[in-house]
């Protein structure tokens, strides 16, 4: 091999390895949001239940199912 074909050769490996640092920390990125949003969803899941669970326990809501007091 030739010298020139080695150095073109190192600076492709160079740039592959910056190439891959740069994912990887694109990738770490998405795994904590994908994280806090995985949290976030299992919050309001609870918070569904809980609102669901109180209504059905009979809950006043306000949204006006109950009979107004002049009827």
Do not use: F, W
């Not at 740069?22 to 998405?30: H, I, K, P």
Request: hydrophobic letters at 30%.
């Amino acid at each position: 091999m030739t010298e020139a074909r080695i150095i073109e050769l190192e600076i492709k490996a160079a740039y592959q390895e910056d190439l891959l640092q740069a994912l990887n920390q694109v990738v770490s990125q998405q795994q904590q949001q994908i994280d806090r949003l995985e949290k976030t969803c299992t919050l309001l899941n609870e918070r569904i239940k809980s609102v669901s669970n109180e209504r059905r326990d009979g809950g006043n809501d306000g949204n006006g199912h109950e009979v107004p007091p002049h009827y």
